[in-house]
């Protein structure tokens, strides 16, 4: 045992209400317990609402329905003791590596030299060194991937959460940077919520990982994931192999279920395919239309596309799922929306 709840999600509904259009529920009746200093997992089909939990629980979406404490205090807004990695990075595009993993640490009350001494720290711990001087649009999606999860890890928030923080990242620096996470983890015994599409990378990082429905998500199952991490052959072992697979079989019915769902072209059955593309029936695969998208999708998720890996849609939603003062820029659109949603990420 872990210790008390550090974060109750208690029968969470979230509806988005776009300005055109019909509203999506997106949450129904989202119900989990963190406990203090427990990593866990959130794995479930594309669209089925991972990241709208961890809007939720950072403070960037407003708690509609249900409630949401953390450390016992229902969450108002985005705060220093909860960093958050965003699937799309969201860093600043006219400030460098280096100022843009200081950004968390200036608000912090620490001398300069300590400051920068510890951002340096942190961008040589994720393999930066070097790019301290280079600004977002010279760098490559894993790189600013990286950059972001060094702001995140910076300023030393005692929750981390983490939307497929290692996405873009090829398998050699994924598998680094995932035993590093666990070093960090195993030191500094932060809280972390972690989403990922990787059955296998949430087994191995997390002590339990909850699985999603298809949309609207529901917490379908919370599976015990606890295993010597330090054993470095852990993954070639039975039960860790045993585990995954049971892990496979309940995502890929909620895969399966995205998929029948919808139009087989539409958004959601390409990113079902996308991320489970490999993993599909031969049934579904070959249904007509959905061909071509699977392809695509094995494509990408052997890593031969990395164009899918931060689809535009994904940053579209992020900036029509936030209110307007706090909505990113992936890209560099000019700046001041940026600075507002930054201004909260870091303001108490
Ligand atoms: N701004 C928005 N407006 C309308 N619907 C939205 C918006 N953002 C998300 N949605 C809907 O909410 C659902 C959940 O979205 P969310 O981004 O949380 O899913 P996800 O599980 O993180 O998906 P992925 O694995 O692709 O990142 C989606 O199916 C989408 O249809
Ligand atoms: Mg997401």
């Avoid at 939720?56 to 205090?73: M, Q, S």
């Avoid at 993993?101 to 510890?118: C, S």
Wanted: contains cysteine; proline residues 6%.
């Amino acid at each position: 045992m872990n210790g008390q709840p550090h974060i109750v999600v208690e029968a969470v509904s979230h509806h988005y209400r776009p300005p055109v259009g019909r509203a999506v529920l997106a949450l129904e009746s989202v119900s989990l317990e963190v406990r203090e200093r427990e990593f866990v997992a959130l794995l479930g089909p594309s669209g089925c609402g991972k990241s709208t939990l961890l809007y939720l629980i950072g403070g960037f979406l407003p708690t509609e329905t249900g409630k949401i404490l953390v450390e016992g205090k229902p969450v108002a807004g985005p705060g220093p003791d909860r960093g958050i990695v965003f699937q799309n990075f969201a860093l600043f595009p006219w400030k460098t590596v280096l100022k843009n993993v200081l950004y968390g640490l200036e608000r912090q009350a620490m001398p300069r030299e300590e400051r920068e001494a510890r951002a340096q720290a942190f961008i040589d711990l994720v393999g930066l060194s070097g790019f301290e001087q280079s600004y977002p649009s010279q760098l490559s999606g894993g790189m600013k991937q990286r950059t972001a999860i060094a702001r995140a890890l910076a300023f030393d928030p005692r929750t981390l959460l983490m939307d497929e923080p290692f996405g873009a990242l090829d398998a050699q620096t994924r598998s680094l940077m995932q035993s590093e996470l666990l070093a960090i983890w195993e030191k500094t015994r932060k809280t972390v919520i972690f989403v990922t599409h990787d059955v296998e990378e949430a087994v191995f990082l997390a002590e339990r990982v909850a699985v999603m429905s298809a949309r609207p998500g529901r917490i379908k199952a919370v599976i015990d994931t606890r295993f010597a991490k330090s054993d470095r052959d852990v993954r070639r072992t039975k039960p860790f192999m045993d585990k995954v697979e049971e892990l496979w079989s309940l995502v890929r019915e909620e895969a399966l279920k995205a998929l029948q769902g919808t139009h087989p072209r539409s958004a959601d059955a390409l990113r079902a395919a996308h991320h489970f593309g490999g993993r599909l029936g031969d049934g579904v695969a070959a249904r007509p239309g959905v061909v071509d998208d699977v392809a695509v999708a094995q494509r990408r998720s052997a890593g031969l596309d990395r164009s899918g890996q931060l689809g535009r849609s994904d940053s579209q939603r992020l900036r029509l799922a936030l209110p307007h003062r706090q909505r990113p820029c992936a890209r560099n659109r000019g700046g001041r929306r940026t600075r507002h949603l930054h201004g909260k990420l870091a303001s108490p």
